[in-house]
């Protein structure tokens, strides 16, 4: 088995070859159309399991054309959203399954690329790479999400003030409501009680986060009116759905451990479930290398390692995520797996 760490090559073609055919595809239709919702539901799969490699652990830090693919995924998000709505709600010579096909395409790109790219970009320490992560937040009425990722989940993960850790036993279903308004509150009050201690000026966060979305929205209605409006937030939708199952499925049942003081242990290798396959890992930038994010959030994308002792799933991330759309598959499927991580941790069940 080959055990060398992917080059940072191999990230860039299994992000962006979707792109071409994706936007070719939205202004002609027929075969490349086809052709990247074939890769994006289909191809990755089966590489994953057809290809016995599981990259090796990179040695080095520095990887200076990780940022700049970065940017390349987050303008071409912000570019990607206007030209599926146009095709999609607009005056495009698309068949009617042609626009289904480019809806669910490009939600799976939004929401397994666009998505780890935002990510990578909002634990970037400079403003610019910041920003750009978060504008593609907004554009996907997601914007809380740069602030309660950063400042809730990685804080609390893996206990139970973490609205984004699923407890064991809970629905995919369940935990995304309880996900998707929790985050937006806790964030809300995280920004407010960290611009008190340090006496910040300008607008709120949040009130910046709602702007954009809404100004997002006015886009897609100057593109395509009412249909185009309710195609974006369908798109939205589509590609919230994803992050929210990522973080369902990669820190479902875990939990930390308490100290004698009260506090929760340290965050470590064992709060994040991980997938060791070689493309996903490529198309989603090292996102399923869970643990190392968790426990050096600063660490680019490409150096992301996968510690021996963190838990790990057989399945590919995508593959996990549609199982976890099925809570008794899921429950029956996880259970062997959550035992094996020991009978010495707490079982968190749902409430």
Do not use: K
């Not at 979707?18 to 075969?31: C, D, E, K, S, Y």
């Not at 986060?209 to 997002?216: H, I, Q």
């Not at 308490?258 to 060791?276: C, F, K, Q, Y």
């Not at 643990?291 to 991330?317: C, G, N, Y």
Request: charged share 15%; with cysteine.
């Amino acid at each position: 088995m080959h055990t060398r760490p992917l080059p940072i090559a191999a990230f860039a073609l299994a992000a962006l070859l979707p792109l071409p055919l994706l936007g070719l595809g939205a202004v002609q239709g027929g075969t490349l159309l086809w052709a990247a919702f074939l890769y994006m539901g289909v191809l990755t799969i089966l590489l994953d399991q057809l290809v016995p490699l599981v990259p090796g652990n990179s040695q080095g830090e520095e990887f200076p054309a990780a940022d700049a693919l970065l940017v390349a995924l987050g303008v071409s998000a912000l570019c990607l959203l206007p030209l599926t709505i146009r095709a999609i709600a607009g005056p495009s010579t698309l068949t009617a399954a042609e626009r289904i096909i480019t809806f669910l395409a490009a939600g799976f790109w939004l929401g397994q690329v666009a998505h780890p790219a935002a990510h990578e970009l909002i634990h970037r320490p400079t403003r610019p790479l910041f920003r750009l992560g978060a504008a593609v937040y907004c554009a996907l009425l997601f914007g809380q999400h740069a602030s309660a990722h950063r400042f809730v989940h990685h804080r609390a993960v893996a206990t139970r003030d973490d609205p984004n850790t699923a407890r064991r036993g809970e629905s995919f279903y369940r935990f995304a409501r309880r996900a998707w308004i929790g985050s937006f509150r806790e964030g809300a009050r995280a920004e407010t009680a960290l611009r008190a201690r340090a006496a910040r000026s300008g607008p709120h966060p949040y009130a910046t986060y709602l702007a954009a979305s809404a100004a997002a929205l006015a886009l897609a209605t100057l593109i395509a009116g009412f249909p185009g409006l309710l195609v974006w937030i369908g798109l939205a939708l589509h590609a919230q759905s994803q992050i929210l199952l990522s973080d369902y499925v990669q820190h479902y049942g875990l939990t930390r451990l308490p100290l004698p003081d009260g506090r929760p242990e340290p965050v470590g290798p064992a709060h994040s479930w991980n997938t060791a396959h070689w493309f996903t890992s490529a198309l989603m930038l090292n996102a399923p290398r869970h643990s190392d994010h968790h426990v050096h959030p600063a660490r680019p994308f490409p150096a992301l390692r996968l510690p021996d002792e963190a838990p790990r799933l057989p399945w590919p991330l995508p593959v996990a995520c549609m199982m976890a759309l099925f809570p008794r598959l899921w429950r029956r499927r996880m259970a062997p797996h959550l035992a094996r991580i020991g009978e010495t941790r707490p079982r968190d069940t749902a409430a």
